[in-house]
């Protein structure tokens, strides 16, 4: 997994640099952006989960029922205002527009590496979002996930990843596909911070 982090480090940073991210991480979002932020999150967490449900066994130990999100998602959202936690239409149609087609193992492998690392850099982001003015109380169910687990968690992902990427092709494909993902989350940050 080490190539995988090396090759899409700067699609990664470049994903950080957002305003959105960037206020995270300074504890200076908004209520109203946390919300958007949960919703862009929920809608490309439903989009993944759904993938990996449809592709079974094949990596299954990479994306087990102990690593679904989306039901944490749906509470942290059910914990904000109806109006902080609805959706924009234009935002929607943005995001749906922005889904790829069909993935076959090797690109899914790198969209869920996304995601997954969101999830280890939830631990410190955490914190940071409870200064945040307005987000004191907040559950941050999705960023807590894996309390106390994050660390075995993490290291079964990587040991898994790293067996399932030997192919070759596979891993270029997780390579293409991650440098893809962090793009489009970065567009959707933007664009949830334009709204």
């Known amino acids: 997994m080490a190539r995988l982090k090396a090759a899409t480090s700067e699609a990664h940073v470049a994903t950080e640099q957002t305003a959105m991210a960037r206020a995270m991480a300074e504890g200076a979002l908004s209520r109203r952006h946390y919300g958007l932020h949960l919703q862009v999150f929920r809608v490309l967490v439903a989009d993944l ?3 990996r449900e449809a592709a079974g ?3 299954a130990d990479v994306w087990g029922p102990e690593r679904a999100k989306l039901a944490l998602l749906e509470e942290d959202l ?3 205002a109806p109006t902080e936690a609805k959706l924009p239409s234009a935002l929607a149609a943005l995001l749906e527009k922005g889904l790829p087609d069909r993935l076959e193992l090797g690109a899914l492998l790198g969209r869920t590496y996304v995601f997954e690392g969101s999830t280890l850099g939830g631990a410190v982001l955490a914190p ?3 200064r945040s ?3 004191a109380g907040e559950p941050f169910r999705y ?3 894996y309390g106390d687990a994050l660390g075995p968690l993490w290291k079964a992902f ?3 990843m790293n067996r399932l990427l030997e192919t070759p092709a596979r891993l270029e494909a997780a390579i293409a596909e991650a440098r893809s993902t962090f793009a489009e989350v970065g567009h959707a940050f933007d664009a949830a911070w334009q709204v």
């Open 78 to 80: 059910a914990h904000l």
């Open 128 to 130: 940071r979002l409870a």
């Open 143 to 145: 960023y807590r996930c």
């Open 57 to 59: 066994a094949a990596g």
């Open 49 to 51: 989960e759904a993938r």
């Open 133 to 135: 003015p307005g987000l």
């Open 158 to 160: 990587r040991r898994e």
